[in-house]
């Protein structure tokens, strides 16, 4: 009670506390959505459990009290992450905004990791970063305690929670052990971090970690920046070369493949297309993906083809575009990896590719993994929510954050940008997804979808065996392949019952069936197609089956942008509309920050964004006064490179 009244009157002061923090250090004029709430409750001692999307800014949460913490005198935060791979870029943007910060990994020898320690227990380090597995360890709990003792342990941050669940897309078994923090040093606030939002694993975080007296801070998961499209797959390697070469020619992107062997190709492909593509997967040495690793953080418009081994954790903030070539497994790991673009706030692409063969393939992963039948149950109905977004016809940023539990409010210019007739239509629009930016023509799939359903139910009876999607689209369009005649198909009743659909047509409706879950593939008996209960109601034309038309064209790949909202790499110097010789300054800024980068050893987006340099050249600055102000530009900054910067742009 002493505490709080104590507390109360230093309220105000440290919302100042806090404000000069993020302007001085960081360079930013303003909190961004819950940021600030979350900054005054964690410095003033609170637990926070943080859901914010990628690239939302969750960093500044714990890392702005952390230092204002320190500054009271209160110690060391000790950041929980288990990113060692990026600890040494993270820990080298904190000192670049000249903050004391360090890791310990096992990426540093024994003599390294004595000096920092030495250091952490003197409560000189204001951040320090480390991965789970060590943090429990005895040895390090056996150094926790001492600073506990001398009043040194500020704060817990534990980034990435949702590795604490299994119902989370990045289980981590080492996640489970941290519970010992709170138990251990009950008074030492914590602060629980990730960008997963799905209800199930929120409850486990909380559960698991003993958060239930945390305060929840859970902000907007619409990243509006993101246009999504999810194209049919047809050639999926020459879509995305068109992609590519329409709208991100020398853009920093990450193509996603199921696969380590697709993954070589596409990078091999893009190579040879020119483009400077990287693989990355789980199968290379571990020093061959560091290497790749940090030539995507560190070079400009790199490519990086990868498995979803890569990207947790990535904070490049330029990643123009992410391409899926093969269907995730479920929303949350869709979301969570098309965030990874665009998290300066600029235009990026989502782009997917999907056909049946994923939908089979993903099915089929489902049966044949070792899970109990409950988990089977709760992964097809995750994977159902996907392919119903894939389907969708309507608006895809209305379904995505409808199944993160969240309303989607349109901001109104998005709203007045659509075209006329769009008010008669009450269903809401972000007018940023391909849906609607180039609404789909619908056609009514009911009566072919009945077609296919007789033809398996009839192809089931004659032969008493089910055959696949191929050979029983060959029986409804009337094709008299080998295995037709073979099996006596063409004499079904319903043989060439739907020669008016072309395949594709037929694909897209068995798609929106096994979807909705209306045909099922037996992964066990060669992908089988078979009817369920839901079939019935199908059948007896109780469920309409709307579709999207597909296109003949090649176009409907990917519509062209209109001019001037390409979400290119020049996009931070097109919106402010550089002059010719702004345009100069901006080029010379990015060739000495190239230099920079290379000399410290850091990605070029540490030392400034694109954005804070096309500020610079757009303002011809020709005092250090000049520089105050641009976002991104705090005090060490300005210290370290204002003179650098404005000899730059004087030349
Ligand atoms: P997350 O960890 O939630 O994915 P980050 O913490 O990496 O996101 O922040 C995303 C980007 O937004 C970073 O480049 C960061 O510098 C920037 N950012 C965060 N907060 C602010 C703010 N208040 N003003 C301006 N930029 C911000
Ligand atoms: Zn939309």
Redesign the pocket.
């Known amino acids: 009670m002493v505490l709080k009244t104590a507390h109360a009157p230093a309220l105000a002061q440290d919302d100042t506390a806090a404000h000069s923090v993020?302007q001085q250090v960081?360079g930013?004029?303003?909190?961004?959505g819950p940021?600030q709430a979350v900054v005054e409750h964690v410095a003033q001692g609170g637990d926070a459990l943080v859901l914010?999307?990628?690239?939302?800014?969750?960093?500044?949460c714990y890392q702005i009290p952390a230092i204002t913490r320190q500054q009271e005198g209160r110690g060391t935060t000790v950041v929980i992450s288990p990113l060692i791979a990026l600890m040494h870029d993270q820990v080298g943007a904190l000192h670049e905004a000249g903050v004391s910060a360090a890791f310990l990994n096992s990426t540093l020898s024994g003599e390294e990791a004595s000096v920092v320690e030495r250091r952490m227990l003197r409560g000189e380090i204001t951040l320090l970063y480390a991965a789970p597995e060590r943090v429990t360890t005895p040895r390090f709990l056996a150094q926790l305690d001492a600073m506990h003792e001398g009043g040194k342990l500020s704060l817990f941050a534990i980034d990435e929670v949702h590795c604490v669940s299994q119902w989370g897309h990045d289980f981590r078994p080492e996640y489970r052990a941290l519970t010992v923090l709170h138990q251990r040093y009950p008074g030492v606030p914590r602060i629980a971090?990730t960008?997963t939002a799905d209800a199930l694993t929120r409850e486990d975080i909380v559960e698991r970690l003993q958060l239930q007296d945390a305060r929840a801070f859970v902000s907007s998961f619409d990243r509006p920046n993101i246009r999504y499209t999810i194209v049919e797959k047809r050639d999926a390697t020459a879509q995305l070369l068109r992609f590519i070469a329409r709208e991100h020619e020398g853009d920093a992107g990450i193509v996603y493949c199921q696969s380590r062997k697709r993954v070589e190709e596409i990078a091999q492909t893009l190579c040879q297309q020119g483009m400077d593509a990287l693989p990355y997967h789980a199968g290379l040495d571990a020093r061959v993906r560091q290497a790749n690793q940090d030539r995507f953080l560190r070079d400009e418009g790199v490519v990086m083809v990868a498995t979803i081994a890569f990207g947790m954790g990535i904070?490049k903030?330029d990643v123009r575009f992410v391409a899926h070539l093969d269907m995730p497994k479920n929303i949350e790991a869709y979301y969570q990896e098309t965030?990874r673009a665009g998290?300066?706030?600029e235009a990026a692409d989502a782009w997917m590719v999907y056909g049946l063969q994923d939908v089979v393939n993903q099915r089929r992963m489902i049966d044949e993994s070792p899970a109990g039948e409950d988990f089977k149950q709760l992964l097809r109905g995750k994977l159902d929510a996907l392919l119903g977004l894939a389907e969708a016809i309507d608006c895809r940023r209305v379904r995505l954050l409808g199944y993160f539990g969240e309303v989607y409010h349109a901001a109104s210019d998005a709203q007045s940008a659509l075209g006329p007739g769009s008010g008669a239509c009450a269903a809401k629009r972000c007018g940023n997804c391909d849906n609607c930016l180039f609404p789909a023509q619908v056609w009514d799939g009911t009566d072919a979808a009945r077609k296919l359903l007789s033809t398996i139910y009839r192809v089931q009876q004659s032969s008493g065996i089910g055959f696949g999607a191929g050979h029983i689209m060959d029986i409804v369009r009337g094709r008299k392949t080998e295995k037709v005649t073979q099996h006596g198909h063409a004499d079904l009743s319903t043989f060439g019952i739907g020669a008016a659909f072309s395949e594709q047509q037929l694909r897209s409706v068995l798609r929106q069936l096994i979807a909705i879950d209306a045909v099922s593939v037996d992964a066990q008996a060669f992908n089988t197609l078979r009817l369920t209960a839901a079939s019935r109601a199908v059948l007896k034309g109780d469920v309409q089956v709307p579709l999207r038309a597909p296109s003949a064209s090649p176009s409907v790949d990917r519509p062209r942008r209109g001019a001037g909202t390409k979400a290119s790499a020049a996009k931070a110097a097109a919106a402010l509309a550089l002059d010719d010789a702004a345009q100069l300054r901006y080029a010379a800024l990015r060739d000495w920050r190239a230099e920079v980068a290379r000399a410290h050893n850091l990605p070029a987006?540490v030392i400034f964004?694109d954005a804070t340099l096309a500020a610079i050249a757009q303002r011809a600055p020709r005092s250090a006064d000049d520089l105050q102000g641009i976002?991104?530009i705090g005090i060490k900054k300005l210290e370290a490179y204002g003179d650098e910067v404005l000899r730059v742009v004087g030349l």
């Open positions: 993020l960081f930013y004029a303003q909190f961004r940021q914010m999307p990628t690239g939302g800014g969750k960093s500044l971090l960008a904070d903030p965030g998290r300066d706030g987006y964004h976002s991104g």
